[in-house]
């Protein structure tokens, strides 16, 4: 079963990640783009990488066939994770746009940087960007009070009830989670 563990910059899935290593073979997916050159350039006004998704796309299928022949979990953990074909659900964690503005700020994030990920957040870019993408497979856990550890747990909790063929809880069904007032804020 594959996974996409996605959100914007600073909701915690690199860290949250990091705790499920023992539950589900994980994969940085910006680690591989830029490991793997799985990108066409360098955008210099936002200082990152241009991925290449159909680059990404083959090396994701060719690194993970093995692993699911073997019954594994996967988890593909990165901002684009979950624009990649073949994913059985998604996984997008979230923050309150004030939160993550602080997060990004500790991290050196320019001002510029900050302000387009606060504004993602608060109009669900990703979010909407996975549902478009797979539909009825799309759940959200809020990061924003909860500990590493808690939204690790929160998360193992939705995959024992994908893996177990359960219903998700309610409270992690996509919608609940509202910033929109944040984005009016920030005009």
Do not use: F
């Not at 998704?53 to 073997?70: A, D, G, P, R, V």
């Not at 387009?116 to 924003?144: G, K, P, S």
């Not at 219903?167 to 804020?185: C, F, Q």
Request: proline letters at 3%; a negative charge.
């Amino acid at each position: 079963m594959k996974i996409a563990l996605t959100g914007t910059p600073g909701t915690g899935k690199s860290t949250v990640a990091a705790l499920l290593r023992d539950t589900a073979r994980i994969i940085d997916l910006n680690r591989s783009i830029k490991e793997k050159k799985l990108y066409t350039g360098v955008d210099r006004l936002r200082n990152s990488l241009i991925a290449d998704l159909t680059k990404i796309q083959s090396y994701i299928n060719s690194i993970t066939t093995n692993i699911e022949l073997l019954n594994g979990l996967i988890i593909i953990e990165g901002h684009l994770s979950h624009m990649l074909r073949g994913i059985d659900a998604v996984i997008v964690l979230r923050c309150h746009p004030r939160v993550l503005e602080k997060r990004l700020e500790d991290r050196g994030y320019t001002r510029s940087k900050i302000d387009e990920n606060t504004q993602a957040e608060a109009l669900d870019i990703i979010l909407c960007e996975a549902i478009d993408e797979a539909l009825d497979r799309v759940y959200e856990v809020d990061t924003t009070n909860r500990t590493p550890e808690e939204t690790a747990n929160a998360v193992k909790e939705i995959l024992k009830c994908l893996i177990d063929g359960e219903r998700v809880p309610p409270e992690y069904l996509p919608g609940r989670i509202d910033w929109i007032e944040e984005a009016e804020k920030r005009r």
